[in-house]
């Protein structure tokens, strides 16, 4: 890999000096451009946890260098694909308003991956409001079991005080390469991915097999001090894990903020998180007092426990809570452990949490449509897959990205609005769920039981837009039950919220739990929902969201956004040519 690939004068094809189009502008980024960050991503071997494994890594580490941005601001983030053979794009976890139209990292439906040698240039920009705790990851097949960092949006004077901080990102540990886990979840025979062998901290964990070797490896280790408060922001980075954890002897935890927006203060004992979430959470540090009467017992340190939930069998690890002056035992586990976590999931905070600030939430008077999202599951010839209302989506289906479709006046590819609203919201040749600027969805997801009578869970993610959360429940949604339970209570806005399963087993195909969310439709563009599991991913369960007509999505105008139409067009780089970039936000 060469630090400069541009150390030979180029001359491009087409020389776009900065022209305006349709009002937007668009730049060459040459030598003369620094981008705010630069990211590089590439695939090697490397031992986490005292595993060996073929990873998808951002500058090297897993996870990637934590992104500090502050609101209100342009950033522009160049992704450097380093791997010979993969595609790469970057999504910005929860940042659904601050991604310019080809920024959200969607391949097939946002823009085409960024092709082995290439780079991207995102333009981000967190707007006033949006502070609060993100992640970066790749969204192409496996590789965000790996491929993901922590992403904090900053503000000058932060809602809440606290003395220090720190961020608790939270993966998954497989034993197969991401290329094995793909081609046994897509092909005949299937073959399931395996479990989790660790959830690891930040990167960090020891083997949890205790007769496995843990020499060179750690927990990861959070430095508190006495009677400080922290906040602690933990990211639900995981592939499949939807976890239960808490700190030994350091039960009061307050949340404070909820997938980036800050909640009035919730006081908890323990967290869940599912895959893609992120919560914040106050902690006080212990007295002096209380630290020394629990090293006159024998404690001089604090685990936080770490247990997976809803899968055949639950998976333990830690990581390590200490005091200046105390222990510091990274290597070794609790001989047993130190709380103990409740097994059950369902309802976690539903119905609970309240925004910091009013949040305009939609009376069920102002919902302009239903859209109800059934899940269901076959099997063919071996192969299992999951149907939103009859359909799988993956990003192998569109042959080309959605927004680039759009732009090429493919109208093949546009969705019929008059179908989709015909028959219960989706437009089955599309493929895509069209909805207007200016509409109030209520979106249900409508879990069933899959082949065979079992269940699972699905934290299920909204890119484009924080929906309203409206609750879970069992069975089938009632609209007219639901509204009483929501009556005083102030939803808040999520990005990411668990479909619970009610039951372990039932019957085939019967409705088991939804889930609902409001959206007030205002963010014109190509959206993906999904089940964020990554297996489940690669097996059909995502849905596409157009929200806008033509005009409000094509909101750059088209001669502008030629770069960005073709598989491996001007607006991506290469060590032989810059990229030329439309500016959404940037104006200079
Ligand atoms: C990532 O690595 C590149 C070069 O290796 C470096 O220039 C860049 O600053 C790093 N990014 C971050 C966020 O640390
Ligand atoms: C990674 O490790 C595997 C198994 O040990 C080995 O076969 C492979 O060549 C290694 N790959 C790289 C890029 O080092
Ligand atoms: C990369 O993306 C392009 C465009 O979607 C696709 O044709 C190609 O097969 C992809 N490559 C791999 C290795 O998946
Ligand atoms: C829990 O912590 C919060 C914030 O630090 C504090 O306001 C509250 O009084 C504590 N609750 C208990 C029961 O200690
Ligand atoms: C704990 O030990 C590790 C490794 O020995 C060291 O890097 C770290 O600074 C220590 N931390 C504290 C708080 O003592
Ligand atoms: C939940 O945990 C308790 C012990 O803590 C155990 O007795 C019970 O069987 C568990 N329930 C399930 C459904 O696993
Ligand atoms: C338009 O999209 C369809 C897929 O829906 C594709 O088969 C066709 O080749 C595209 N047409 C053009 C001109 O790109
Ligand atoms: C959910 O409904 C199913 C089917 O009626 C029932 O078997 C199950 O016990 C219910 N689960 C809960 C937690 O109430
Ligand atoms: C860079 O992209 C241009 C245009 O697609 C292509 O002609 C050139 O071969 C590429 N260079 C490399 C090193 O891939
Ligand atoms: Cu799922």
């Not at 991503?41 to 500058?59: E, F, G, K, M, P």
């Not at 070794?332 to 452990?337: D, E, L, N, T, Y």
């Not at 039981?449 to 909204?462: D, Y």
């Amino acid at each position: 890999m060469t630090q400069n690939p541009f150390s030979t004068v180029i001359t491009p094809l087409i020389l776009l000096i900065p022209s305006i189009v349709s009002g937007y502008q668009l730049h060459y980024h040459d030598e003369s451009f620094t981008p705010d960050v630069v990211l590089r991503v590439a695939a090697t071997n490397i031992s986490r946890a005292c595993l060996d494994r073929y990873s998808v890594l951002v500058n090297g580490t897993s996870p990637g260098p934590e992104l500090r941005l502050r609101e209100g601001r342009t950033y522009w983030i160049r992704v450097y694909n380093d791997m010979d053979v993969q595609n790469l794009t970057m999504h910005w976890h929860g940042l659904s308003m601050a991604a310019s139209p080809f920024s959200d990292g969607s391949p097939q439906a946002s823009q085409w991956p960024i092709a082995p040698q290439h780079f991207f240039d995102y333009e981000l920009h967190p707007d006033i409001g949006d502070a609060g705790t993100y992640f970066y990851h790749s969204h192409i097949g496996f590789q965000a079991v790996s491929a993901s960092g922590a992403l904090i949006i900053e503000e000058p004077e932060p809602a809440y005080e606290y003395d220090g901080e720190h961020t608790i990102h939270l993966s998954d540990l497989f034993e197969k390469t991401d290329d094995e886990i793909e081609k046994g979840l897509t092909s005949t025979p299937f073959v399931w991915s395996g479990e989790t062998s660790n959830v690891l901290v930040n990167g960090q964990g020891i083997p949890v097999e205790p007769d496995t070797s843990s020499d060179g490896c750690s927990m990861a280790t959070f430095l508190v001090e006495p009677e400080k408060v922290y906040r602690l922001r933990f990211i639900g980075a995981t592939a499949l894990s939807f976890v239960s954890l808490g700190f030994q002897s350091h039960n009061n935890l307050t949340i404070i903020e909820a997938d980036g927006h800050y909640t009035k203060p919730f006081e908890v004992e323990y967290l869940q998180i599912g895959s893609g979430q992120r919560f914040s959470v106050l902690l006080r540090g212990k007295s002096q007092e209380e630290l020394e009467q629990d090293r006159a017992n024998g404690i001089d340190q604090y685990f936080l426990q770490i247990e997976t939930r809803d899968r055949p069998t639950s998976l333990r690890s830690y990581a390590v809570l200490l005091y200046p002056g105390g222990g510091n035992d990274t290597s070794a586990m609790p001989a047993s452990p130190p709380i103990t976590l409740p097994n059950t999931t369902l309802g976690w905070l539903d119905y609970q949490l309240r925004p910091l600030t009013p949040n305009n939430f939609p009376t069920l008077s102002e919902v302009t449509r239903r859209v109800t999202v059934t899940i269901t599951q076959i099997i063919d010839n071996t192969v299992v897959t999951w149907l939103q209302n009859g359909f799988p989506w993956t990003e192998k289906f569109p042959p080309m990205p959605y927004l680039v479709a759009l732009y090429d006046d493919n109208i093949s590819m546009f969705p019929s609005y008059d179908v989709a609203v015909a028959y219960g919201g989706m437009d089955d040749s599309t493929r895509t769920f069209p909805a207007k600027l200016g509409e109030v969805l209520e979106i249900v997801i409508q879990n069933t039981v899959e082949v065979g009578g079992i269940l699972n869970v699905h934290p299920f993610h909204a890119h484009g837009a924080h929906f309203y959360d409206i609750g879970s429940g069992n069975g089938t949604y009632d609209l007219q039950e639901n509204e009483e339970r929501l009556k005083g209570t102030e939803p808040v806005r999520r990005d990411t919220t668990m479909l619970y399963r009610y039951a372990r087993s039932g019957i085939d195909g019967a409705p088991a739990g939804w889930r609902a969310w409001r959206l007030r439709v205002t963010n014109a563009g190509v959206w993906l929902v999904h089940c964020h599991i990554l297996q489940h991913m690669l097996m059909g369960m995502q849905t596409v969201w157009v929200f806008g007509d033509r005009d409000d999505v094509l909101r750059l105008g088209t001669p502008s956004v030629q770069g960005y139409l073709s598989y491996g067009g001007a607006a991506y780089g290469n060590s032989s040519r810059w990229p030329t970039c439309v500016h959404y936000w940037d104006d200079d």
